[in-house]
């Protein structure tokens, strides 16, 4: 049994787990989406599933690491070749549907790690649901809003070079999955300066078409990413994601 992999657990082991109280579980939530010439379709939930895996090995016992969910909500990608998107009322069901079933058998604790942008409205949307359902609501994380207060010390200008297939996705990239990153085909500059930005802020919003916006898919500067900063990153993100873990989910004796 892999420490801390929920799919590795006997079905009384997590029952027994449930009714204590002193287990919470993490659904790491990605997408299968176009990432530019460089970087796999699977970045985003490789991403949400290496973070979940990081931070439970931290924590203990406390924390069990769901299979994570590949599919996403994810139409804004669907003009590049290799995008699989769900509906939003299939993505919102899916979601409810896991956690009702992790509920009805007595989970108090569950934690959606996610790694895509274009989740993070359909996620705000079924947790309403959900608590108004079942009296309880999971706890939803998006990584990079972890760290929006230190990522000026890894990039010049954050709000420019980070936004999709970007300087900070790139450099996690070349620093935990190297493999599986093109280095020739990073773009050389800048994408899709009118684009959506992970820590851009913008009063005024559209409905997203990414092929709109940038012709290689990219928005921000991967041309700035590397390895050495990717680990420096991956560091931070674990170790915030801890804290709010250790903050905001406590696990314990069913109330
Ligand atoms: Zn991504």
């Not at 919470?24 to 599933?49: F, K, N, R, T, Y």
């Not at 990081?54 to 599919?71: E, K, M, P, Q, T």
């Not at 493999?179 to 005024?204: L, Q, Y």
Request: charged residues 15%; negative net charge; hydrophobic residues 40%.
């Amino acid at each position: 049994m892999t420490a801390g992999r929920y799919v590795d657990l006997t079905s009384p082991e997590l029952g027994a787990a449930f009714k204590s109280g002193q287990v919470a579980v993490i659904l790491p939530v990605g997408s299968i989406e176009q990432h530019g010439p460089h970087l796999p379709v699977g970045m985003d939930a490789l991403m949400a599933e290496q973070l979940a895996t990081a931070a439970a090995a931290r924590l203990g016992d406390a924390f069990l690491v769901l299979a994570s969910l590949w599919y996403g909500y994810s139409p804004h990608h669907m003009s590049f070749p290799g995008t699989v998107t769900l509906s939003a009322q299939t993505y919102l069901r899916l979601i409810a549907e896991i956690a009702g079933s992790l509920y009805q058998h007595g989970l108090r604790d569950l934690v959606i790690l996610n790694g895509h942008g274009g989740n993070i409205g359909p996620l705000r949307t079924v947790i309403a649901e959900i608590t108004r359902v079942h009296g309880r609501s999971p706890r939803v994380i998006t990584y990079w809003e972890l760290i929006s207060q230190e990522i000026g010390k890894f990039f010049e200008h954050p709000e420019l070079a980070c936004g999709h297939a970007c300087a900070l996705e790139t450099s996690l990239a070349l620093h935990l999955f190297p493999k599986t990153v093109d280095r020739e085909a990073i773009p050389a500059h800048r994408s899709g300066e009118a684009g959506p930005h992970m820590f851009g802020s913008n009063p005024v919003v559209e409905g997203l078409d990414f092929g709109k916006y940038s012709s290689n898919g990219v928005i921000g500067e991967p041309s700035l990413a590397t390895a050495e900063i990717g680990a420096e990153l991956f560091e931070l993100i674990v170790t915030e994601l801890v804290a709010a873990l250790k903050s905001h989910v406590r696990p314990g004796p069913p109330n």
